[in-house]
């Protein structure tokens, strides 16, 4: 496989996934709700109990306080707290409450809180102050503009220009930016990931090597992929594979889906199966002298009588072949194929020389043209061994329908059956041939007993005559 083609692959990937991102949003803005748990605050405040001592508690949305850390400082503290005496770090979620100066050679700390977890993580020591000094604590400014900003094109500078669009950038401006969206497109470092064209069709990737979704089907770098034209056929590729949208029924009722290949100039060509084996039914088709599977046809027809004969001479093999063709009436009597219905799953039995079999199996409908069908059966009794070796009491099948026009049976014979009906006819042919020189010798006895009757004979004819045994 080369480049360009999973490439092409990777890109076509790629929209699908954005196509269904796109509509899982777009069903979701009608029943959306905010998932984020809302609180009214966090407060530090007095204990009831002991008044030097402080708390920290979580206000709820509707005004409720609960406890989550007693005793915030437990090495002494003030019995009062203000504003200054507190950090918030947005971006890693931390709360930082200064401890009191404790004095002496004790460095100044404060602790710290993890909003996430809601647990209080430990000290943080705060160096680099005068001794004795009480630092006010000032929040660190959040940059959401270096994170997420809404823009639009201005000519002066103030205000929008008319009919532009807001754009909506993440990462910052200039060289910052990450990606780019406005109300027809979205862009990742500076090149396209996805448009909408003015024509209603969505471009995904850059011009020229892009994937176009329209209202007629998929297209990438121009050349149509797959297509729904106005008739109704599918098309596939740009000089195309076209199977119609329905079935169709033939003149006498059976329903068939059709498929076919047309060139540049919609003239239909021959569909060439490259480099594998295509099969009908699990039976492969291949190409042959037709005037020989004629005469096969009819060879067969002339021996049937003598096929019916052998096979009455074939000897029951015991219980084991016995269960063995009870599993194949079980798994025969599974369904193959489900036409009316996506799923169609059966139970079948097979009793055969008393032995009883039961087998499961399901066919599946993945479309019109495609059924696949698996199952399996047990049979009662268990295995049996025949000296060489086991026949087993159970089996499994699995199968695959892929249907390409009128399906007609198979003509074909296996190459058994084709040495057998050899056989049969080099037996016909040897006794043909003692018959012929049986005759002869009649014959010839014949001629001898009419010169004897007529006195026409001589000694030495009489002679001759050989008496049968």
């Given at each position: 496989m080369n480049k360009k083609?999973?490439?092409?692959?990777?890109?076509?990937?790629?929209?699908?996934?954005?196509?269904?991102?796109?509509?899982?949003?777009?069903?979701?803005?009608?029943?959306?709700?905010?998932?984020?748990?809302?609180?009214?605050?966090?407060?530090?405040?007095?204990?009831?109990?002991?008044?030097?001592?402080?708390?920290?508690?979580?206000?709820?949305?509707?005004?409720?306080?609960?406890?989550?850390?007693?005793?915030?400082?437990?090495?002494?503290?003030?019995?009062?707290?203000?504003?200054?005496?507190?950090?918030?770090?947005?971006?890693?979620?931390?709360?930082?409450?200064?401890e009191p100066p404790r004095g002496g050679s004790n460095p100044l700390r404060a602790r710290v809180f993890d909003v996430k977890t809601e647990t209080v993580t430990g000290?943080?020591?705060?160096?680099?102050?005068?001794?004795?000094?009480?630092?006010?604590?000032?929040?660190?400014?959040?940059?959401?503009?270096?994170?997420?900003s809404k823009k639009c094109v201005s000519s002066n500078?103030?205000?929008?220009?008319?009919?532009?669009?807001?754009?909506?950038?993440?990462?910052?401006?200039?060289?910052?930016?990450?990606?780019?969206?406005?109300?027809?497109?979205?862009?990742?470092?500076?090149?396209?990931?996805?448009?909408?064209?003015?024509?209603g069709s969505i471009q995904i990737g850059a011009d020229g090597n892009d994937i176009d979704i329209t209202a007629e089907g998929l297209s990438i770098d121009g050349n149509p992929m797959i297509t729904k034209q106005a008739d109704g056929n599918i098309h596939i590729g740009k000089n195309s594979l076209i199977t119609p949208e329905d079935h169709s029924t033939l003149s006498d009722g059976t329903k068939v889906h059709h498929l076919w290949a047309e060139d540049e100039n919609d003239n239909k060509i021959p569909i060439n199966i490259h480099g594998s084996k295509l099969l009908i039914d699990g039976v492969e088709v291949t190409a042959g002298d037709s005037a020989q599977v004629t005469t096969n046809k009819n060879n067969i027809s002339t021996n049937t009588s003598n096929i019916s004969t052998n096979t009455s001479n074939i000897k029951n093999l015991g219980e084991g072949v016995a269960g063995s063709t009870a599993l194949t009436a079980a798994l025969s009597a599974l369904p193959q194929t489900s036409k009316e219905s996506k799923l169609s799953c059966g139970v079948g039995t097979g009793a055969y020389s008393s032995r009883y079999a039961l087998g499961f199996g399901c066919a599946s409908k993945v479309n019109e043209r495609v059924n696949i069908n698996v199952g399996g059966s047990y049979v009662f009794?268990?295995?049996?061994?025949?000296?060489?070796?086991?026949l087993d009491s159970g089996v499994i099948k699995a199968g695959f329908v892929f249907k390409?026009?009128?399906?007609?049976?198979?003509?074909?014979?296996?190459?058994?059956?084709?040495?057998?009906?050899?056989?049969?006819?080099?037996?016909?042919?040897?006794?043909?041939?003692?018959?012929?020189?049986?005759?002869?010798?009649?014959?010839?006895?014949?001629?001898?007993?009419?010169?004897?009757?007529?006195?026409?004979?001589?000694?030495?004819?009489?002679?001759?005559?050989?008496?049968?045994?």
């Open positions: 083609f999973k490439k092409r692959v990777a890109i076509f990937s790629a929209a699908i996934s954005l196509c269904s991102f796109f509509t899982r949003l777009n069903e979701a803005k009608s029943d959306e709700i905010d998932t984020v748990t809302r609180n009214f605050s966090y407060a530090v405040a007095q204990d009831s109990s002991d008044p030097s001592q402080l708390n920290l508690y979580k206000v709820s949305a509707s005004g409720a306080a609960s406890l989550i850390e007693a005793n915030l400082f437990p090495d002494g503290g003030p019995g009062t707290f203000s504003a200054s005496d507190i950090a918030v770090d947005n971006v890693l979620g931390k709360i930082y409450f200064r000290w943080q020591e705060l160096t680099g102050f005068a001794s004795g000094a009480q630092p006010v604590f000032i929040g660190m400014p959040d940059i959401t503009s270096d994170k997420i500078g103030t205000s929008c220009d008319s009919g532009t669009s807001k754009i909506i950038t993440l990462g910052g401006s200039g060289s910052e930016e990450i990606a780019k969206i406005d109300d027809s497109s979205v862009s990742v470092g500076g090149s396209t990931l996805a448009k909408m064209n003015s024509d009794g268990g295995s049996k061994s025949y000296g060489e070796g086991t390409l026009g009128e399906l007609k049976k198979s003509t074909q014979i296996s190459m058994k059956e084709k040495e057998e009906l050899k056989q049969e006819i080099s037996d016909l042919k040897a006794n043909n041939i003692n018959i012929i020189s049986q005759n002869k010798a009649l014959l010839a006895r014949l001629e001898r007993l009419e010169k004897v009757a007529l006195g026409d004979s001589k000694s030495k004819d009489l002679a001759t005559i050989k008496l049968p045994n």
